[in-house]
Nanobody, 119 residues
């Protein structure tokens, strides 16, 4: 399965943005889908996670209450709805697929999509 992230862009602080992650093939029910982000000069950080089979979710504290991860099984899509965006949300966002909850290895990665939040 290949992943392709899209939906990034330049927005203002307080705006919303929805990222999409398209899978080229069927996502197996055992998969755990991730959104990570990496800001310049920083390490890649886990942002949100969803288990494909149960739709159990997890969020990093720095996005909790503002971001929502979801999936569309029929379309093999994963989304990240980002509301109340802050300057510090500026980063390249990546989707990834793994088989462990909140842990690697991550079997597939999307290419990343840039999110820039301005004041």
């Amino acid at each position: 399965v290949q992943l392709q992230a899209s939906g990034g862009g330049l927005v203002q602080s307080g705006d919303s943005l929805r990222l999409s992650c398209a899978a080229s093939g069927r996502i197996f029910s055992s998969r755990v889908m991730y959104w990570f982000r990496q800001a310049p000069g920083e390490e890649r950080k886990m942002v949100a996670v969803i288990r494909w089979s149960t739709e159990r979710t997890w969020y990093a504290d720095f996005v909790k209450g503002r971001f929502t991860i979801s999936k569309d099984g029929a379309k093999n899509m994963v989304y990240l709805q980002m509301d109340s965006l802050k300057l510090e949300d500026t980063a390249v966002y990546y989707c990834a697929a793994g088989s462990q909850w909140l842990d690697g290895p991550y079997h597939e990665w999307g290419q990343g999509t840039q999110v820039t939040v301005s004041s």
